[in-house]
């Protein structure tokens, strides 16, 4: 009964796993800016750098942790507040993790992930932070050189396209972001490899002369097994009939029977089997001189 109850406390758990909320909803974010990371209830929020493990609102500089609601709010971020951070309960269970970053730059550029999948499509964008000054207006930027002038770029990704991306405004430039490529898998007829063939190899599995019809071997093969079943037939019929043929003819068995009764003159009987009705029958004795 203990072990039914352990396990019903654990199917919530496995069926919907935890996660960091964050708002607004980015891995990157201007310094001075504020966010809010949630979790479940009676989970706490986490971060880690290096080696450094902090807990939200329980380590000096590091947000406003409300346990009612288990949210951590973060104002005036800084760029030491980059790191990963995680939800965690009190029996240690971790929840998946996110990286957060913080920049002290005043243009962000937003990639859809690390890693994309080839023939997906994609949009990078630029961001620009609030209350700056906009300059001729932001382009996007591919390892150093311009690929698209505009904030916003909207493109399938090929293998070609993996590299460093950034954005610029006139003289400012955002954080440098690595696109990673990952090539599609393709799905394969599952038949076995060609196999390289010796000439002698060749020779036993060339082809059969045209003239041949498309199937003959397993016919032919069962015309040979069908003939060899007829002749073990036959050949059981002739042994038979011989057997048969050599037995002796049934003779006609005599049985002496005498019957004595009170009279003296009673008189004697035989049974016979006759051979031609198998039933035993009673002759006198002197049907069977005659």
Not at 3 to 22: D, E, Q
Not at 125 to 133: F, I, L
Not at 236 to 261: M, Q
Request: hydrophobic content about 35%; some cysteine; charged content about 20%.
């Amino acid at each position: 009964m203990a072990l039914l109850l352990f396990c019903l406390t654990l199917l919530p758990l496995l069926v919907s796993p935890k996660i960091l909320t964050v708002e607004p909803d980015s891995d990157q974010f201007f310094s001075s800016s504020t966010i809010s990371l949630k979790c479940e209830a009676q989970w706490t929020v986490k971060r880690g750098s290096g080696s450094k493990v902090e807990s939200c609102g329980f380590t000096k500089d590091f947000g406003n942790f409300d346990i009612t609601t288990s949210t951590c709010l973060l104002n005036t971020l800084l760029p030491s507040d980059s790191g990963v951070y995680w939800c965690e309960s009190a029996e240690g269970t971790r929840s998946p993790e996110r990286l957060l970053s913080v920049t002290g730059k005043n243009l962000i550029l937003d990639l859809p992930g690390p890693s994309v999948e080839e023939g997906s499509s994609i949009t990078l964008s630029c961001r620009t932070k609030p209350g700056t000054e906009s300059g001729s207006g932001p382009v996007l930027l591919k390892d150093g050189l311009v690929v698209q002038n505009s904030s916003e770029w909207t493109f399938t990704v090929e293998k070609k396209d993996e590299g460093e991306y950034s954005c610029r405004d006139g003289s400012e430039e955002s954080e440098m972001r690595r696109l990673q490529v990952t090539v599609r898998p393709t799905t394969t007829p599952t038949s076995s490899p060609p196999t390289s063939l010796s000439p002698s190899s060749s020779a036993l599995s060339s082809p059969e002369p045209s003239g041949a019809p498309t199937g003959f071997t397993p016919f032919l093969l069962g015309g040979l097994v069908l003939l060899v079943l007829v002749l073990v037939l036959v050949l059981v019929l002739v042994l038979h009939r011989r057997r048969t043929r050599a037995d002796p003819e049934k003779d006609v068995t005599y049985a002496d029977i005498t019957v004595r009764g009170v009279e003296e003159n009673l008189s004697e009987f035989s049974v016979v089997l006759s051979s031609s009705t198998d039933r035993w029958e009673f002759l006198s004795q002197n049907t069977l001189e005659s």
